[in-house]
């Protein structure tokens, strides 16, 4: 079996081993594979290990010995189904390896705006402390997240873990999802009522034409004042010139992202100059154990393969 690792680098800085693939055959690996040198790196191989690497038909057809396409990820768009199918290549996912990394991040957003932590630090460093009259001084406002609403849009793992984190809070918890579920402390409800009852809203529901923009202007006027818009899903989910106007303007309190429409982050994005708008570089699904677990799962996968019983294929 000839492998071919695409993207190194989008898994690993050397701190994860991708040593499992080397036990499954002949591998050869690239830190990056720019769009035009897809083919090339592919070459000969019999299997494909990518994140975000399109594949596409003419790609297919300039490789014809590739029958699998493995890959390091649970999104899996940037692959053309209808064209692996005519080509007979399997393709695999890994989903749900990030469930508890993403649900962490959404709480790091959470307690940054709940109690101020960075910004305490800051002034404190600043000389704050050292100026101030009392043993404690609270000029930044903190409060609790008892008694607050959870507004999730996305039930899935990682909307249903955020659940169980905030109910740990003592947080009432409402969800807007495709399915509703019967699931205890937890009130289903619409779109336009998360956003108008919730303090925090986060967001966990895949990219499509319907839930493209859906945090956009008319919903965010919804929002009470005081709420903050978390979304650790995809970035064209957020109408980015949209929440700007919301930040900038009072409409909501505060944003924590860690996705934005185009990545690499461009220059130009509104969102850079946007008040109380944290932003994370999509880190949220990237400790070391959850890349550990996500390499070993794509490996599993390759290897399942193999031995003819293919698993979490996608096509």
């Known amino acids: 079996m000839k492998i071919v690792i695409l993207e190194e680098k989008t898994v690993t800085q050397g701190d994860v081993s991708l ?57 899996y768009n940037n692959i053309d189904i209808e064209a692996a199918n005519r080509h007979g290549i399997t393709v695999s996912n890994v989903p749900a390896y990030s469930t508890r990394a993403v649900a962490q991040q959404v709480f790091s957003y959470v307690l940054h705006f709940a109690s101020r932590t960075a910004d305490y630090n800051a002034d404190v460093h600043n000389g704050g402390w050292i100026r101030s009259e009392t043993f404690s001084y609270f000029t930044i406002p903190t409060y609790e997240l008892s008694g607050l609403t959870m ?30 579920k019967n699931v205890p402390d937890v009130e289903f409800t619409d779109i336009d009522s998360v956003f108008a009852r919730s303090d925090f809203i986060t967001v966990h529901c895949p990219l499509t034409d319907k839930t493209r923009e859906l945090v956009n202007m ?29 930040l900038n303007s009072g409409i909501i309190a505060g944003a924590g992202l860690d996705v934005v429409s185009s990545e690499p982050m461009k220059a130009d994005n509104p969102l850079l100059g946007a008040k109380n708008c944290l932003i994370t570089p999509h880190v949220a699904w990237a400790p070391v154990q959850t890349r550990q677990r996500l390499v070993s799962e794509a490996a599993e996968n390759l290897r399942c393969f193999i031995a003819g019983k293919p698993r979490n294929t996608v096509n």
């Open 19 to 75: 040593d499992e693939f080397a036990a499954l055959g002949e591998v050869r690996r690239y830190p990056l594979t720019p769009p035009q040198r897809v083919t090339e790196y592919i070459g000969d191989s019999d299997a494909a290990i990518c994140n975000k690497t399109v594949f596409t038909e003419e790609i297919m057809c300039a490789c014809p010995n590739l029958k699998y396409i493995g890959l390091c990820a649970t999104g």
């Open 151 to 180: 507004g999730i849009i996305g039930f899935g793992s990682i909307g249903s873990t955020v659940a169980d984190i905030a109910k740990a809070f003592d947080m009432r918890v409402i969800a807007a999802t495709r399915t509703p």
């Open 218 to 246: 008319e919903r965010l006027r919804l929002c009470k004042p005081s709420a903050v818009v978390i979304n650790t899903s995809r970035g064209p989910v957020v109408n980015e010139h949209d929440l700007t106007e919301a």
